[in-house]
């Protein structure tokens, strides 16, 4: 049994997890052919049968172009129904709650993080910790030298994270960060009084129509803002989109244009020092987005979970995954699907796009030993 799977049947027996509520109905992008928004059919084949072959293993995507869902498939057991563990992919969706946090005026990303945990604070905290601001959770460059680990004890996640040492003024170091993203979630429930779904719910997952997303909670009872979150692989490219589109969604500004902007730009060097051409880890990082190769940025998890927005081709691709080598999916993209992008439509090859959605029926998950 694949790890994703495993982890979510414990969660949910273990109810370590929370569904959003709501009646709202969910709600399914529109769809076309590939030719008609430009992309040949023959292309994304080359693509899919590509990651088949080099991916372990694949488990969905979905191709958008022009707001228009053009290919899509899962590697069975995987369906389109079933929701999927992000890993920290999450963080991207925690990022955008400071983001509409901070346009409500509920908190601004140069606040310092103390601010708001008084009653966790060390009794005499070092200079670089009292310097730490939201905006340094946001681009892990909160100076640590070693990341925390809370969640390898019970105690209060925040204390720890704040008495873990600080070693570097915060702002000048980049170091991966998970426990950082936590706390992202901590202040958005200081400052608004909601967990993350639920303050979520109605500003993100219901005008997007994601209907019930799971998230995982901490032994304090917040959700991980880190990893955790459970979506379907529509709701990846809905959420890919709507940062495509500016924040923008069915003529409302759901979320403000300059955040997208901040958020999915280079905010600091991720790079330490090394220097090369083949990787899409060192290109520079935002607000729990990575920059990519080729003017592309992307939101990430584990084991290949993606969202990767081309604001130049106006695509957005999702994929989901149990796979170690995640910059293998990458460059696949990169190698296939960049170059299949054409301006306006192509002329209709129905005998291609019925290679292709045959290739997409027939796809399985890899037997493992």
């Known amino acids: 049994m694949k790890v994703a799977r495993s982890i979510q049947s414990l969660g949910l027996a273990l109810g370590l997890f929370v569904a959003q509520p709501g009646s709202f109905a969910e709600s399914s992008l529109p769809r076309s052919t590939p030719e008609a928004q430009g992309v040949s059919s023959a292309d994304i084949l080359r693509f899919v049968k590509a990651a088949d072959r080099e991916v372990d293993t694949m488990h969905s995507f979905m191709f958008v172009r022009n707001g228009h869902v053009i290919a899509e498939g899962w590697w069975s057991p995987e369906s389109m129904d079933k929701p999927h563990i992000l890993w920290s992919l999450t963080k991207s969706f925690a990022s955008t709650a ?8 509920k908190l601004s990303v140069d606040d310092k993080v103390l601010k708001y945990f008084p009653e966790t604070a060390p009794d005499k905290p070092s200079e670089n910790l009292k310097a730490m601001r939201v905006r340094d959770l946001l681009t892990m460059s909160t100076g640590h030298n070693r990341a925390p680990r809370v969640w390898d004890s019970d105690d209060d996640w925040t204390r720890q994270f704040l ?48 209907a019930k997303p799971k998230w995982e909670r901490s032994p304090q009872d917040l959700s991980i803002g880190g990893y955790g979150l459970y979506v379907r692989t529509e709701a990846i490219a809905k959420f890919g989109q709507l940062y495509l589109q500016n924040g923008k969604w069915k003529g409302k500004q759901l979320l403000s244009e300059s955040w997208v902007k901040t958020a999915t730009s280079k905010q600091v060097d991720n790079s330490n020092g090394v220097i090369s051409k083949d990787s899409d880890w060192l290109v520079g990082y935002g607000f729990q987005f990575w920059r990519c190769r080729h003017g592309v940025y992307r939101g990430d998890g584990k084991d290949g979970q993606f969202c990767i927005v081309m604001p ?15 910059q293998k999916q990458l460059t696949l993209t990169w190698d296939h699907l960049l170059p299949a992008f054409k301006d306006g439509s192509l002329p209709a090859d129905k005998k291609a796009h019925r290679k292709l959605k045959r290739a997409l029926a027939k796809l399985n998950v890899k037997e493992t030993k």
């Not at 400071?98 to 005026?105: K, M, R």
């Not at 070693?167 to 429930?189: C, D, E, R």
Request: hydrophobic share 40%; charged share 15%.
């Open 163 to 210: 008495a873990h040492p600080v070693t570097h003024k915060p702002g000048t170091h980049f170091q991966y960060n998970t426990a950082a993203s936590y706390m992202l979630g901590a202040i958005v429930k200081k400052t608004t009084g909601e967990d993350l779904i639920d303050y979520l719910g109605p500003r993100l997952f219901e005008p997007l129509g994601i």
């Open 312 to 326: 130049q081709y106006n695509a957005v691709l999702a994929m989901t995954a149990d796979n170690r080598d995640m």
């Open 98 to 105: 400071v983001g509409l946090a901070q346009t409500e005026g």
